[in-house]
């Protein structure tokens, strides 16, 4: 599912949490007696949340930009093939991937496009706005795997999950990585995971483009 985290951090050089995160002292009582007595960093980040929600809810257009979201995949398809490259797999097509982060940015684009007309229009029309606030928000689901990843049945999303290597921080195309995991790692299966992950991300660009058959 489509989430959000929102954190305060510190100001030090290391840009990082607190000293006690994920420590034995990282404890109710170490919030009250030194992190925050008053509660007033708490009520803060809860006041910053709420503000969200509400502009959210309120919103006649969702405020959601897919093209920074394809950003992310290109990013995160170009940082694959060098880890792939660097372990050997070489020989893998990739062209199925390109192709479908070239749909989802095309679909971005024109989506993007259309939210800014309606939104300088006085009195836009209810059925247009609904339509694409339907495809704006339906459209994470289109990276869902509904049957689970392959070997992770209670992990679904075939862009951000756990790594079976690192289930706690997720990385980019979990099932690629996966796939290409060990010391004699079985091509025709990362080639097979690629197919299937581009098959995610077209879904992905059709729910975003309505389903105009455009992609």
Same mark, same amino acid.
């Given at each position: 599912?489509?989430? *959000? ?38 009520? /803060? ?11 959210? /809810? ?64 006085? @009195? ?13 928000? *339906? ?25 079976? /290597? ?13 796939? /290409? ?20 991300? @077209? ?13």
């Amino acid at each position: 599912i489509t989430s *959000l985290a929102l954190e305060f951090f510190g100001t030090n050089t290391s840009g990082g949490s607190y000293p006690q995160y994920h420590s034995r002292y990282d404890t109710h009582y170490f919030m009250t007696k030194f992190a925050d007595p008053t509660w007033e960093f708490h009520m /803060a980040v809860s006041k910053v949340l709420g503000l969200v929600a509400k502009t959210m /809810a309120d919103s006649f257009l969702l405020p959601l930009d897919f093209t920074n979201y394809y950003n992310h995949l290109d990013s995160g398809l170009k940082d694959l093939r060098t880890l792939l490259n660097s372990r050997g797999l070489t020989s893998l097509d990739w062209s199925s991937m390109e192709k479908a982060n070239a749909g989802f940015l095309k679909a971005a684009v024109d989506i993007r496009a259309e939210s800014w007309r309606l939104d300088r229009l006085k @009195n836009p029309d209810t059925l247009a706005l609904r339509s694409i606030n339907d495809r704006l928000f *339906l459209t994470e689901r289109g990276f869902l795997n509904y049957q689970g990843l392959p070997g992770q049945p209670w992990l679904r999303h075939m862009v951000y999950a756990p790594g079976r /290597a690192d289930s706690y921080s997720a990385s980019m195309f979990p099932t690629i990585v996966n796939a /290409a995991a060990g010391a004699a790692p079985n091509i025709k299966e990362v080639q097979r995971q690629i197919q299937f992950v581009a098959i995610a991300i @077209n879904s992905a660009a059709e729910l975003l483009a309505g389903g105009n058959g455009k992609i």
